[in-house]
């Protein structure tokens, strides 16, 4: 920041001529196609990082990195040029985060860059290659909505470049880039934005009204009547070798456990007055790890019933293994919440006992018919819960809004995040490698310091780091974090990243963890992998390298992460169209970015998404600053863009 702009422009331009030059001779070398191929699933799309790609060039073309200080700069800059103007391949798709997902982390997106499925880019390869004036002569007057009946025939009869040229347009409408769209227009005989698309393929009779066109674009796998369906199952190239060793569960101990949950199970024996053995019982991966990776990493839709499977605790039978973790409590003793010694086993289980239904209020009432060892065990998990919550609280932990009430979802939220902090500690003081999401606080504080009152919830004290926005909602508003001093913390963040669980680098601020991995959500691959490898090490296995492992993993978890993120814009932005015109509407938004213009970017605290929001120009806003609007200037579902004022 402090040097000379003539030197900063020289370096930029440098830079930027050298990448020019990169990306001419990895396109010389057809090093594209490489990359493509080596990085494709045949109907999904898969997530990428410029690093892999650059890796995979410098492997192809050694000299591309030399001794010159810019090598790598360039490298990266050429690959971002190549895919961002290569629709038929690659997309470029920034993720958009919205606040709340840094407190569930495992929905966190971090790719931008996405490898097409190979069926799809052979349709667009198709299109592309052949003249728009002979694809216009052939096919251009069939969409102009007078000839229904000859292109449903004609779709019918086989046509392999008119059914390519629909992929296309479906294609054009979720990711219109200038090429592709310039290209339809010399097709259709007409410039054609993504909503006059999709009109056109209603009016042509090639799809219903209000079919969704995010499902039906091919990016996202092969489209039918329910949805989207395909028959690749995301294997992983890299070979897993599994020891096939198993060793029999030990038999669990008499005492009562009581379930909390479907994949929950806890006990507790009372070792003083103040003192207790708490031991949590959870499902175990047990299905072999390369069928696992065959599944969709992700559940997102009622369509997909493809996810990882961990099996839910029965009552009435006998011998369900599960992974037991045990660790001794001492209300009096903060080091056994914040330092606990944990053991880990692996047992069978032989039934439970269900808590009452509203067991958070019954544990404490004196008329409730709750037998007294229930009320005591539940009250002593209380007791615990609060005294750890109260330590992710001082470790910057976002208690938000939603989270205020100790409701039955309380209880299992935060046993079975305790229960991932204990073994993600566990495994870093073993060296067992695990896959963890990683946002740390930053070091230093920023200039951007403002005054906040109490009584109007609005910034007597300066608030220029992440800790001072956790603080004001301690001290100000119970323990609970608002949404707007959630979203000023974020910005005090040193990134976010999915990574090898590191001893140096493994804090989670927003949840106030000095370790986040998943180990028992249902539906995500990255807590199987997880499970089976704290599995493989009580076994005596060998241990997998989860270096090798991170990339494929998470390049098809982010693209379905990415699916996820604009179904859900879809849909909100779709039902907010359709009811602007019976009902006027206030709008609560939180400003994200700091001002440059009169646009400037916000979360809609009612909507849930991120939003643009037209402001004087003159305004300043701060980031953490609340509007409320009242007018939707554009909405627009088919090209995500909603403005607001």
Avoid at 46 to 72: F, S, W
Avoid at 168 to 182: C, D, F, M, S
Wanted: aromatic residues 12%; proline residues 5%; glycine residues 4%.
């Amino acid at each position: 920041m402090n040097t000379n702009h003539h030197v900063l422009q020289y370096i930029l331009l440098s830079t930027a001529r050298y990448a020019t030059s990169i990306a001419a001779k990895l396109s010389d070398h057809s090093l594209l196609d490489t990359i493509y191929l080596q990085t494709t699933n045949l109907y999904h799309q898969k997530g990428l990082t410029l690093h892999h790609l650059a890796a995979i060039a410098v492997r192809e073309i050694p000299q591309l990195v030399q001794t010159n200080i810019l090598d790598i700069p360039a490298l990266f800059l050429a690959s971002h040029i190549l895919m961002v103007n290569d629709p038929v391949r690659f997309r470029f798709v920034p993720p958009k985060r919205v606040p709340e997902d840094y407190l569930e982390p495992l929905s966190v997106a971090t790719m931008s860059y996405f490898a097409n499925p190979h069926h799809l880019a052979q349709s667009l390869r198709k299109i592309l290659s052949l003249p728009a004036e002979i694809l216009n002569a052939n096919y251009g007057h069939l969409f102009t909505g007078k000839y229904a009946f000859e292109l449903f025939q004609t779709l019918r009869e086989g046509a392999q470049v008119l059914g390519d040229l629909v992929s296309a347009i479906k294609y054009a409408i979720e990711y219109p880039h200038p090429l592709l769209l310039r290209h339809l227009e010399k097709v259709l005989g007409r410039s054609m934005k993504p909503r006059e698309l999709y009109e056109m393929l209603v009016q042509s009779e090639l799809c219903p009204p209000g079919w969704n066109p995010v499902l039906s674009s091919g990016i996202y796998g092969l489209p039918n009547n329910a949805g989207i369906f395909s028959e690749d199952q995301l294997k992983l190239p890299a070979k897993i070798k599994s020891d096939r060793r198993v060793k029999n569960p030990e038999r669990t101990n008499n005492q009562i456990k009581y379930r909390l949950a479907d994949r929950l199970l806890f006990s507790s024996e009372d070792d003083s007055i103040s003192s207790t053995t708490f031991s949590f019982y959870l499902p175990v991966a047990t299905q072999d790890i390369n069928d696992q990776m065959s599944e969709f990493p992700i559940v997102f839709s009622q369509n997909i019933n493809y996810a990882p499977f961990f099996s839910k605790f029965k009552k009435s039978i006998r011998n369900q293994k599960a992974l037991r973790v045990s660790f001794k409590y001492d209300m009096y003793k903060i080091e056994t919440v914040e330092k606990p010694e944990i053991e880990i086993g692996y047992e069978y289980i032989d039934g439970y006992t269900d808590m009452a239904p509203n067991y958070p209020s019954a544990a404490f009432s004196l008329f409730s018919k709750i037998d007294i060892e229930m009320k005591d065990a539940i009250q002593r998990l209380y007791f615990l819960l609060k005294h750890k919550e109260k330590l992710r609280l001082e470790k910057g932990y976002l208690k938000s809004e939603n989270e205020a009430q100790e409701t039955s979802e309380w209880y299992v939220r935060n046993c079975i995040f305790f229960c991932e902090e204990l073994l993600s500690e566990y495994c870093l003081k073993k060296k067992i490698p695990l896959i963890g999401r990683v946002s740390p606080k930053l070091a230093t504080e920023s200039e951007d310091s403002r005054s906040y009152s109490g009584f109007f919830n609005l910034f007597s004290q300066d608030a220029n780091s992440y800790q001072s926005f956790v603080d004001i909602g301690r001290a100000y508003n119970k323990g609970v974090v608002s949404a707007t001093d959630v979203v000023c913390a974020l910005r005090y963040l040193d990134g976010f990243r999915v990574q090898v669980l590191s001893p140096r680098n493994s804090a989670y601020a927003p949840l106030g963890a000095k370790a986040h991995a998943s180990f028992f959500s249902p539906g995500y691959l990255e807590s199987y992998i997880n499970n089976a490898q704290l599995m493989n090490h009580l076994q005596g296995r060998r241990l997998w390298s989860m270096e090798k492992l991170l990339f494929h993993f998470l390049g098809n978890s982010e693209s379905l992460l990415q699916m996820r993120r604009r179904l859900h814009r879809y849909r909100v932005l779709s039902e907010l169209e359709s009811r602007l015109e019976d009902e006027f509407s206030m709008f609560r938004c939180i400003i994200t970015e700091p001002q440059v213009s009169s646009i400037v970017q916000g979360f809609c605290h009612d909507l849930k998404v991120n939003v643009k929001i037209q402001v004087d120009a003159d305004q300043r806003l701060m980031v953490g600053d609340r509007i409320l609007c009242s007018q939707i200037l554009e909405l627009d579902p088919y090209s995500d863009r909603i403005v607001m004022k």
